[in-house]
């Protein structure tokens, strides 16, 4: 079992930054694919980033390419999503997420693991 806890949500301007954190309990962190999704208000839940268990690979949904970048942190046990050029659509309640293969997580967009949320708002 994996938990995940998230924080760094908060309310910014558009054109600001935000880094959300994402710390896990398992001492296997480091063997997990790790990754980001969001839930817009009236939305489903779409994917945003992944990052391989080694930080070697990244992929990342169209909408957020150039502004937001994923890493990780394998000491920490912690994975962080850097915001960057924030804009209205970026408003969500943003979710970390681990599952053992990255291809799960960053091509089928799909998870075993799952935080609780930390929300992101972005005023116009």
């Known amino acids: 079992q994996v938990q995940l806890v998230e924080s760094g949500g908060g309310l910014v301007q558009a054109g600001g930054s935000l880094r959300l954190s994402c710390a896990a309990s398992r001492r296997t962190f480091s063997s997990y694919a790790m990754g980001w999704f969001r839930q817009a208000p009236g939305k489903e839940r779409e994917f945003v980033a992944a990052?391989?268990?080694?930080?070697?690979?990244?992929r990342y949904a169209d909408s957020v390419k150039g502004r937001f970048t994923i890493s990780r942190d394998n000491a920490k046990s912690t994975v962080y999503l850097q915001m960057n050029s924030l804009n209205p659509e970026d408003t969500a309640v943003y979710y970390c997420a681990a599952d053992p293969e990255y291809a799960r997580l960053g091509y089928r967009k799909e998870s075993t693991y799952w935080g609780q949320g930390t929300e992101v708002t972005v005023s116009s």
């Open positions: 990052i391989h268990w080694s930080g070697g690979n990244t």
